[in-house]
């Protein structure tokens, strides 16, 4: 059974920091690409950020989350990080990791050749 399991959310001020994680079981999560999505009450599910499966490749949803955020991933550890700087009101959402080809996870997250996991929360807030 595939497994992917968020952690690290939490409620922060503007300009605070936090770091997600994403523990992936039962597939071979090298063989895998890797992204965040989030989504909020106001807006559609949105790609954040993907990884290649062997981490060469990285791909930021906009400018803004590229100079802010960094993902990476730890394959010996079957797990996959993002690094949230400097947040923002606009970054309050519930991040989710998915797994999956690293055309479908980033152009076909629909496709039920993905996986994914139930979220985190993230609030920014003053």
């Known amino acids: 059974q595939v497994q992917l399991v968020e952690s690290g959310g939490g409620l922060v001020q503007p300009g605070e920091s936090l770091r997600l994680s994403c523990a992936v079981s039962g597939l071979t999560f090298s063989n895998y690409a890797m992204s965040w999505y989030r989504q909020n009450p106001e807006k559609e599910r949105q790609l954040v950020a993907a990884i290649s499966p062997n981490g060469s490749l990285t791909d930021y949803a906009d400018y803004s989350v590229k100079v802010r955020f960094r993902i990476s991933r730890d394959n010996a550890k079957n797990s996959l990080y993002l690094q949230m700087n400097n947040l923002k009101f606009e970054d309050t959402a519930e991040y989710f990791c998915?797994?999956?080809?690293?055309?479908?996870?980033?152009?076909?997250?629909?496709?039920?050749?993905?996986?994914w996991g139930k979220g985190t929360l993230v609030t920014v807030s003053s």
């Open positions: 998915n797994a999956g080809s690293y055309y479908n996870i980033r152009y076909n997250p629909n496709s039920d050749m993905n996986y």
